[in-house]
């Protein structure tokens, strides 16, 4: 036998890091930091998102003060929309949806991030611990990666990304009719104007620097020479690439608050300061 080793009590419960041919290390990790901190905050932060954005998506009300529409309900497809002058209004489902519109375009930005490689990484660390850290043993008796039902439906993340393009567009539109005011008259800003500014940009920062993406731009090429204008798209994808985590997280972040921003402002909390 070598050294360093020792035999399993039985082949039943030999798994993991306990199965034959591993080294025999009798601690769960050797770790002295606080490696817990990273996967707890990122559960934190996750479950905070789940749950505010599931209550405003069930909500169905509150997602409209003119000129801005909440990017929860945008675009707004059901009959039971509010009316939205020029706005995001398409009734391609008639008055048998009775829920909240909401829930019509969410699944796209979900399904988008939901399998985006970073968020991957972070629930399950997160949530699944699988591992929960680096050189921290995952508590699984087997591991199959993504090769399995349900998790080899994550290799549909890049048709997510072909539906996440066209919402962040419409975001786009939502963005520029900001710069009307209440009364839809062209040529004003105000401080959600701002708000909606920050959040497009982040959006279309997370989504343009998708892994997916990267491959699209500049993937299945030989020679990148004869294709000078996808390897310059490539290299700046690959850019932002570095940030993907960062942008992942500013952007959810910005889009929950672009929310809450519209749901102040439809409840009455305050009214929108104006910059002109």
């Known amino acids: 036998m070598a050294a360093g080793t020792q035999p399993p009590p039985s082949h039943r419960t030999a798994t993991g890091v306990r199965s034959p ?50 990017p929860f309900y945008s675009p707004c497809l059901a009959e ?45 660390r997160g949530f699944w611990a699988s591992p929960p850290a680096c050189a921290v043993a995952e508590p699984h008796r087997a591991y199959t990666g993504e090769t399995r ?20 567009g419409i975001l786009t539109y939502d963005t520029v009719l900001t710069f009307r005011d209440a009364s839809y008259a062209w040529g004003h800003a105000g401080l959600g104007t701002l708000v909606f500014l920050v959040n497009i940009a982040l959006i279309w920062a997370y989504t343009i620097s998708c892994h997916s993406c990267r491959h699209i731009v500049g993937g299945r090429l030989r020679h990148f020479s004869k294709h000078p204008v996808r390897y310059r798209l490539w290299t700046g994808v690959g850019r ?36 002109f």
């Open 21 to 70: 041919g591993r080294a025999a290390i009798a601690a769960r990790h050797l770790r002295t930091d606080r490696w817990w901190l990273s996967p707890a905050a990122t559960a934190a932060g996750l479950l905070a998102f789940v749950a505010y954005s599931t209550w405003r998506a069930f909500a169905n009300a509150d997602y409209y003060a003119a000129p801005y529409v909440s």
């Open 149 to 168: 039902f349900p998790l080899i439906l994550q290799n549909v993340h890049r048709y997510f990304f072909y539906a996440a393009v066209p919402v962040a």
């Open 240 to 275: 932002l690439n570095r940030h993907h985590m960062l942008l992942a997280w500013a952007s959810l972040i910005s889009v929950a608050l672009c929310d809450l921003y519209v749901y102040l402002l439809a409840t009455g909390a305050f009214d929108d300061p104006r910059f």
């Open 80 to 124: 039971n929309c509010v009316p939205m002058r020029g706005g995001p209004n398409a009734d391609l489902f008639g008055s048998w949806w009775g829920l909240s519109p909401a829930l019509l375009i969410l699944v796209f930005p979900l399904g988008f991030r939901l399998t985006c490689y970073y968020y991957r990484k972070a629930y399950y």
